[in-house]
């Protein structure tokens, strides 16, 4: 047979290798999810998410200030609260004086020119566990829920959160929370990111530990995607585009590339982001201290793999090697 192309020759060199990426990863692509928790002081270490803890308000500067210095861009923040009385309403979400509301002005001072993005849901606050408010019989109230969920991102947004990134996952929100920024004069201040395709998951565990966030009686699989459901996926990526979301997120990422690159042809002009969940940071350490692969070339194949589905922003838990990582 005639040899009409040597594809080989296109990853003999390192630099021939990297040229085969459309899109290379950088730092900017990165968003670190944080947990703020409401002992001021804190730094405590979560067990089941290697390397990360649940940080106090004056400690933010400590940790955060040299990764800022490596050029950290943006995290998005999640309020982990002991203190307070939790209800069915959620009222803890948005407490002047709770970690999230605190933090936001905290790192606006301390870091001016860091993007912060706040996670917008209930789960954290509510008595139940439950996204939203509930009705008698344990199902979800949609319209009080996503009332409540557009005051709570409206709360972020004027304590300064460059980005509310709706995870909750009720019907209608991101209408509603775009309304409440337009009206409230912050429409042009602050991004709206919705959790758009967002899946009933087993890679959240971790994430639940962190948080505290685990549901007292039921699941969520009443109002996240069910794992098979590639129709509904699309569905919400363009209800959400046309709701007025300024960013698509998919989340988890790896088992849901498919749905990354469903994502960047619905909305070809929207920046699409995706969630590499805390199961599967816990599952890139466990192979790696199993043996299995080295944990820098697996956590480089699987952001890669992510950003060539279409993504352009990760909001991963490795954010601090990468940053560590594409310096060298
Ligand atoms: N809204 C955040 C989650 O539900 C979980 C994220 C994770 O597992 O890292
Ligand atoms: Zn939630
Ligand atoms: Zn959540």
């Known amino acids: 047979m005639e040899i009409s192309s040597i594809l080989q020759g296109g990853y003999q060199h390192p630099l021939s290798r990297a040229w085969q990426s459309r899109r290379q990863l950088t730092k900017s692509m990165f968003m670190y999810p944080i947990f703020i928790t409401d002992d001021p002081n804190a730094s405590v270490e979560i067990p089941t998410l290697p390397g990360q803890r649940r ?4 400690r933010l500067e400590e940790f955060l200030g040299p990764l800022v210095q490596k050029g950290l861009a943006s995290v998005i923040l999640f309020g982990v609260p002991f203190k307070c009385e939790k209800d069915g309403r959620g009222t803890p979400a948005d407490d002047p004086s709770g970690p999230v509301i605190q933090a936001i002005k905290r790192l606006k ?6 993007y912060i993005a706040c996670d917008v849901c209930l789960c954290e606050y509510t008595s139940h566990g439950h996204c939203g408010l509930l009705h008698q019989d344990g199902t979800i109230n949609t319209e009080p829920s996503v009332e409540r969920l557009a005051e709570v991102a409206l709360n972020y947004a004027l304590a300064g959160a460059h980005c509310v990134a709706p995870s909750d996952m009720m019907d209608g929100r991101v209408a509603a929370i775009k309304r409440k920024l337009i009206d409230a004069g912050l ?5 709206l990111m919705s959790y758009s ?3 009933a998951s087993s890679l959240y565990g971790p994430f639940r530990d962190a948080a505290g966030s685990a549901p007292a009686f039921g699941d969520r699989k009443c109002y996240q995607l069910p794992p098979a459901a590639k129709g509904l996926a699309k569905r919400a990526i363009l209800r959400d585009a046309t709701e007025g979301a300024d960013i698509i997120m998919v989340k988890p990422a790896l088992p849901y590339l ?3 690159a469903d994502a960047a042809e619905l909305a070809p002009d929207h920046p699409i982001a995706c969630y590499q969940v805390s199961g ?3 599952m890139i350490h466990a192979g ?10 697996m956590a480089f194949e699987a952001a890669e793999s992510m950003v060539r589905a279409g993504a352009g922003i990760i909001l991963s838990y490795f954010t601090p ?3 560590d990582w594409l310096s060298a």
């Not at 001072?109 to 860091?114: G, I, M, W």
């Open 55 to 58: 940080w106090g308000v004056n």
């Open 109 to 114: 001072t301390l870091f001016p020119l860091l």
């Open 187 to 191: 429409g042009n201040k602050c991004t």
């Open 197 to 199: 395709a967002k899946f």
């Open 258 to 260: 498919d749905v990354i």
């Open 280 to 282: 599967e940071f816990a």
């Open 288 to 297: 790696a201290k199993a043996g299995v692969y080295e944990l820098k070339t």
């Open 321 to 323: 090697e990468f940053l």
